[in-house]
DNA sequence: TCTGGGGTCCTAGGACCC
DNA sequence: TCTGGGGTCCTAGGACCC
C-alpha cells in the first residue's frame, strides 16, 4: 500500500510574518490580501476570536483595533520565498514531492519503512521548523483524500503534536459517520448542497452511496474522492511540470477607475508582472486574454474581454502591450466605470522551442501611458519589509 | 470610503467534417 | 408531420483547489 502525506505549513503567511515580526507571537495576527482587500490568513488567536477567512478589512477594522491584533500587506516575495525554502528541507526526505501550492506539498512516503514511520515524520516537522522558522502539520494516508483528511486532525488535536496517521486511527468506518462532508478535499460548497439534498451529511452517508449516483450526481472527481475516502489510489502524487497551462497577472485597482490613460498604465504594469513570471519560467506566450471589469460589490457586474494571437511566441514587454492595446481601447467604454483588469497568456511554450519566424512584420512600438495620480494602484498600508529576497531590507542583527 | 489572485479539470453544446 | 450517424475540436461555464 502506498503511504502519501501532505505537509502544510501552519497559518503560513502569518508565520512568516512571525519569524521576522516575533513580537506579534501570542497576539491575534492577520494578513490582508491585494488591496488590503479581505483577511486571507489568520493567527490561532484571531480564529479563535471569530475572524472568518476572507472577511473584508473594512467591515472587522474596528474589532480588530480593540483587540490589539496585528495586521499585514500581504508580502508575495517574503512568501514566495519562504515557501522555497520549506519545500528544499522537504526534498531531502523524499524523491517525490509535489508542491501543491504555496504552503503544502503531497509526498510519497512509500518507501520509508514501516517502523519509525511517524518518527520520521516528526523529524521532518522538527526540522523544517529549525532550518526555517515555519511550523507544519503532516497527515499520513493511503492516498491524497485521506492524507488531507488527516492532516486535519493533526491541526485541530493538539494530542496529535502535529502529525497524524490514518493508519494511527481506530475504527474510521465508524468515526466516518461524525466527519462533516464538506471537511473533505474535493467536495466544494456547490456540491455539499446536492449531497444535503439528499440527506448526505457526514464521509460516512457518502461512501455508502452507491458508485453510479455519486458519477451521476458530481462527475469522475466526485467519484474518484469517494473511492479515495474508502482507501482507493486514484490521484497520483507527481513532480509538477515548470509549464503551466496558462499564467495570469490581474488586480483589483485601488480606486474606481474611468480614464482610458489609467486601465492602460495599469494593464502595462500587470504586463510587465505576467512577463517577469515568464522570464523566471524560461517561457513564451503565443497568445493571451485581455479582461477589463467592474465592481461587482456594487452591482457594476460588467465584464469584457479579448482573445488575442500574438505574431510569435514572445516574453517581450513592448512586444505584448503594442499588440493588445488597440484591443484595450475597443474594448473600454468612456461611460463605465472599472475596477479591475488583467492579462492571461495561453499557449506557453519553452523558450528554447521558439520558431523563429521570417516574415513577421516589425512592429512600431506604442508608448506606455504614464499618469501623475495612479488611481489605479493598490492599497497596502501594512506592508513589511522583502527580508529574504532584497538587500536592502535584510534584517539588522545587533 | 472599503470585498484577492491564481490555478486545475470536466462537461455540454456548437461548428465543422466525412 | 417526417430531415443520418459518427467523429473531432473548441469554447464557455461551472465546479473544485490554495
Known sequence: MKKIGIIDCNNFYVSCERVFNPESIGWPTVVLSNNDGCVIARSNEAKTLGVKMGAPYFKVKEFMKEYNFFVYSSNYNLYGDMSDRVMSVIKEYANNVEVYSIDESFVDFSDLPDNNFEEKLHEIKTEVKRRTGIP???GVGPNKTLAKLTSSFAKKQSGYNGVCSYWSLENFNVMSYS???DNVWGIGRMWKKKLNKLGIKSVGDFTSLPNQTVRSLLNVNGLKTKMELEGVYCHEVKRRTKIKKHLASTRSFGSDVDDLNQIGEAMFNYIENGVRKLIHNKINTKNCTIFVAGNKHKGQGHYNSKHITLQE?????????TQVYPHLQSLFNKNKTYKKCGIVFHELTPESQKQLCLFTEPLEFIEKPINQNKKWEMRQEFI???????WDDLPIVK
Open 136 to 138: 507544519v502539520s503532516i
Open 179 to 181: 466527519m462533516k462532508i
Open 313 to 321: 511566441p514572445t516574453q517581450d514587454v513592448n512586444d505584448i502591450w
Open 384 to 390: 513589511t519589509k522583502r527580508y529574504t529576497t532584497s
